[in-house]
């Protein structure tokens, strides 16, 4: 349900609101536009305050006639959240938000907000489309397996540095490097709590690619990588393209695990609007 106190900020074009899961937690959103609608699923990290990208993606889709909805998931932003927060609780959420969206919508994840948006579909939740910015599937399912188990016992245990590095540890090292020298890192390394359910999708998300279960996503998907991008990305959208019956595979511009928000919002206002019909 749509929390009472919801609130328009800003442009008149810009709701901000929150709506409260069916376990009782608070998801704070922006939503923009009418139309068919897109829920933006951002992966390990990013929220609304700090992801300007994907606000600038949501404002521009939104003057091309579409509804965007851009959310803080579970324990980051304005969505706080305490105790274990496991996939099926982050799925909660999506389910929250997509009901904001008024219908079946276009899920658009981001990294590992690709495998939270799979899973979301897999569930039977009121997906119209998945356009799935640089998923990270180029591993095996064993090893991912076993690097999600190993975060979630370093979560576990009060480890939350070593979780955050663990988590990050095949990103490019100066990523790494950058939020160990940034003032910011006590911060970062608290908020790993939030990417258990990630690390919970890509390790279900390998197993369904590897064994098949993708298959029964019948849904049309848009698997999108940068012209810059990094080993593995390109190989990995083909192969996602290629298990779901609906599935495509297209480079678009953008770089460094990033979209340009002008050519996204073009692409996705096509994906979306074609599927709407």
Same mark, same amino acid.
């Given at each position: 349900?749509?929390?009472?106190?919801?609130?328009?900020? #800003?442009?008149?074009?810009?709701?901000?609101?929150?709506?409260?899961?069916?376990?009782?937690?608070?998801?704070?959103?922006?939503?923009?536009?009418?139309?068919?609608?897109?829920?933006?699923?951002?992966?390990?990290?990013?929220?609304?305050?700090?992801?300007?990208?994907?606000?600038?993606?949501?404002?521009?889709?939104?003057?091309?006639?579409?509804?965007?909805?851009?959310? @803080?998931?579970?324990?980051?932003?304005?969505?706080?959240?305490?105790?274990?927060?496991?996939?099926?609780?982050?799925?909660?959420?999506?389910?929250?938000?997509?009901?904001?969206?008024?219908?079946?919508?276009?899920?658009?994840?981001?990294?590992?907000?690709?495998?939270?948006?799979?899973?979301?579909?897999?569930?039977?939740?009121?997906?119209?489309?998945?356009?799935? &910015?640089?998923?990270?599937?180029?591993?095996?399912? *064993?090893?991912?397996?076993?690097?999600?188990?190993?975060? *979630?016992?370093?979560?576990?245990?009060?480890?939350?540095?070593?979780?955050?590095?663990?988590?990050?540890?095949?990103?490019?090292?100066? &990523?790494?490097?950058?939020?160990?020298?940034?003032?910011?890192?006590?911060?970062?390394?608290?908020?790993?709590?939030?990417?258990?359910?990630?690390?919970?999708?890509?390790?279900?998300?390998?197993?369904?690619?590897? @064994?098949?279960?993708?298959?029964?996503? @019948?849904?049309?998907?848009?698997?999108?990588?940068?012209?810059?991008?990094?080993?593995?990305?390109? *190989?990995?959208?083909?192969?996602?393209?290629?298990?779901?019956?609906? #599935?495509?595979?297209?480079?678009?511009?953008?770089?460094?695990?990033?979209?340009?928000?002008?050519?996204?919002?073009?692409?996705?206002?096509?994906?979306?609007?074609?599927?709407?019909?």
């Amino acid at each position: 349900m749509s929390d009472d106190t919801s609130t328009t900020t #800003g442009s008149p074009e810009v709701t901000t609101a929150s709506v409260v899961t069916a376990r009782g937690d608070r998801v704070t959103y922006d939503l923009r536009g009418t139309g068919p609608a897109v829920v933006f699923v951002a992966g390990a990290g990013p929220f609304r305050a700090v992801d300007p990208v994907t606000t600038r993606t949501a404002e521009l889709l939104a003057h091309r006639g579409v509804t965007t909805v851009v959310f @803080d998931r579970l324990g980051r932003g304005d969505s706080p959240a305490a105790g274990r927060l496991e996939l099926d609780r982050e799925l909660e959420a999506v389910a929250a938000v997509l009901d904001v969206a008024g219908g079946p919508a276009v899920l658009c994840g981001h990294s590992s907000g690709c495998a939270i948006s799979l899973r979301a579909a897999d569930r039977g939740l009121p997906v119209l489309g998945l356009a799935l &910015w640089e998923a990270p599937l180029e591993s095996g399912a *064993e090893e991912t397996a076993d690097w999600a188990a190993e975060i *979630e016992h370093r979560i576990d245990a009060g480890d939350l540095e070593g979780a955050t590095e663990h988590f990050m540890k095949d990103m490019p090292p100066e &990523w790494l490097a950058g939020a160990k020298a940034s003032p910011g890192w006590p911060a970062i390394a608290a908020s790993v709590v939030s990417q258990r359910a990630d690390a919970q999708a890509l390790a279900w998300a390998t197993r369904a690619l590897a @064994d098949g279960g993708l298959a029964g996503i @019948d849904v049309p998907l848009l698997a999108m990588t940068g012209t810059r991008t990094f080993p593995g990305m390109p *190989e990995a959208a083909r192969e996602l393209a290629a298990a779901l019956p609906g #599935g495509t595979a297209e480079t678009v511009d953008g770089a460094d695990h990033s979209w340009e928000p002008e050519v996204m919002a073009d692409r996705l206002a096509r994906f979306v609007l074609s599927l709407a019909g």
